[in-house]
């Protein structure tokens, strides 16, 4: 699976912006798919998932302000983030788990810069 992001960017405390992920494939072959952030010095951590069930999943500090969504016909998934915070600026990646024949796969796209000025 081929994961290319884009809509990273530059914005100011209290705006939005929305992150897409186009996967190379159906998405309904696709278990989960979800966006994980990496802040300078700190570890990879889980922003928002969802599955190929609609079942969504996201960390405490953005509950309320970011929304995760498909557009199975684009084979898409979106990060809207809102009422963003100094503390979301990060590097944010687009993740796919696949469970197959061989196993349980994890694919990245090559992230996406966001940087919230205060």
């Known amino acids: 699976v081929q994961l290319v992001e884009s809509g990273g960017g530059l914005v100011q405390a209290g705006g939005s912006l929305r992150l897409s992920c186009a996967a190379s494939?159906?998405?309904?072959?696709?278990?989960?798919m979800g966006w994980y952030r990496q802040a300078p010095g700190k570890q990879r951590e889980l922003v928002a998932a969802i599955t190929n069930g609609g079942s969504t999943n996201y960390a405490d500090s953005v509950k309320g302000r970011f929304t995760i969504s498909t557009d199975n016909a684009k084979n898409t998934v979106y990060l809207q983030m809102n009422s963003l915070k100094p503390e979301d600026t990060a590097v944010y990646y687009c993740h796919a788990g696949v469970n197959d024949r061989t196993g349980w796969n994890n694919y990245w796209g090559q992230g996406t810069q966001v940087t919230v000025s205060s």
């Open positions: 494939q159906s998405i309904f072959s696709i278990n989960t």
